[in-house]
């Protein structure tokens, strides 16, 4: 009688799989307590998050976003043993684009199309500030926007821990062991929180955007910020010892946008090196201050704007 192996890429998720599992749990619980310790910021957050996740855009993104995951594997990269590296920067990407891109809309359909609608002067005459409603549609919006990066992010880990065996094979070289696998896959964690920071603060930005201007305009604008943000350090480098005008508009833009760059770990994949915890917690603060003044300016624009 054969005994069955479990692959070796499979035992090396077992730990990370199960990581996911507790990640999926705690993000339940901390839904159940801001609906029920933030009642009226919870009301708002949860209806929002039902708009979002029962829209055909989630399922849409979630479907094309896991094909997309798996064309990847298959793939014939022909990079003389660096696939893997390509399947981890174009996952990262594949991820982080999706929420963002839910993000936006949500933010769009949620506060735009309300506010142009008039549905929005319902909701704010009942007790509930405007501070409130923005703060729970924020809430509401990255609760879709963490489920699907959850969801993505899960069969992601999944197919980096398959690649290295299938890179391997079609090498025709040895079969990583289980300890490989698990190493590729727990490197990449922090790569994929550092993303998921860098959705969280697009997202304040969306925000902010759709208190004024509807989905289109959104969504342009939100690119342009993500394509300036992730150059805003070559921005800076570029006009050091130039023209003192250019120096002044650089500095003023590296203030005034976020810098993605912060977020990003292509380079560290490239270089095989690992992103240190320590460096998410940093990144965790930045990130954190810059969407606490995306919020301020939301409510600021949301504060004179006229429902009737």
């Known amino acids: 009688m054969v ?46 998050a039902k708009e ?30 660096e696939d893997v590296k390509l399947v981890i920067t174009q996952g990262l990407t594949v991820v982080k684009l999706f929420a963002v891109f839910l993000a936006v809309w949500t933010a769009s359909s949620t506060i735009a199309d309300e506010l142009e609608g008039k549905t929005a002067l319902m909701a704010l005459s009942k007790p509930l500030s405007r501070t409130k409603f923005i703060i ?19 069969f992601f880990v999944n197919t980096v821990s398959y690649k290295v065996v299938y890179d391997a094979r079609e090498s025709s070289k040895d079969i990583p062991t289980a300890i490989e696998c698990a190493k590729a896959v727990s490197d990449i964690l922090p790569g994929m929180a550092l993303h998921y920071l860098e959705t969280v603060v697009l997202a304040a930005v969306a925000i902010a955007i759709s208190t004024r201007l509807p989905l289109l305009p959104n969504l342009s604008l939100t690119l342009l910020i993500y394509l300036l943000g992730n150059i805003v350090p070559v921005i800076v480098q570029s006009s050091a010892n130039q ?47 810059y969407c606490a003044a995306m919020l301020i300016v939301s409510l600021l624009l949301f504060e004179d704007r006229d429902l009737a």
């Not at 307590?33 to 209806?47: E, F, I, S």
């Not at 479907?63 to 043993?81: E, R, S």
């Not at 833009?253 to 320590?278: I, R, Y």
């Open 3 to 48: 005994a069955f192996v479990i692959p070796s890429w499979i035992q090396g998720l077992k730990y990370v799989d199960l990581g996911a599992a507790v990640a999926f749990l705690l993000f339940g619980i901390a839904v159940l307590l801001v609906r029920n310790c933030l009642p009226k910021v919870g009301a708002v957050a949860w209806v929002t």
């Open 52 to 81: 979002a996740l029962l829209q055909p855009l989630f399922v849409i993104l979630a479907l094309v976003g896991i094909f997309a995951l798996f064309i990847f594997l298959l793939i014939p990269y022909n990079t003389l043993g």
């Open 136 to 154: 729970g549609k924020y809430v509401g919006v990255m609760i879709a926007v963490t489920l699907l990066f959850l969801i993505l992010g899960t």
């Open 243 to 289: 023209i003192p005008v250019v120096v002044f508009v650089a500095n003023i833009v590296s203030m005034v946008l976020p810098c993605l760059d912060h977020f990003n770990m292509e380079t560290a994949v490239a270089m095989e090196t690992a992103v240190p915890w320590l460096y998410v917690l940093y990144a965790l603060g930045y990130a954190g201050l």
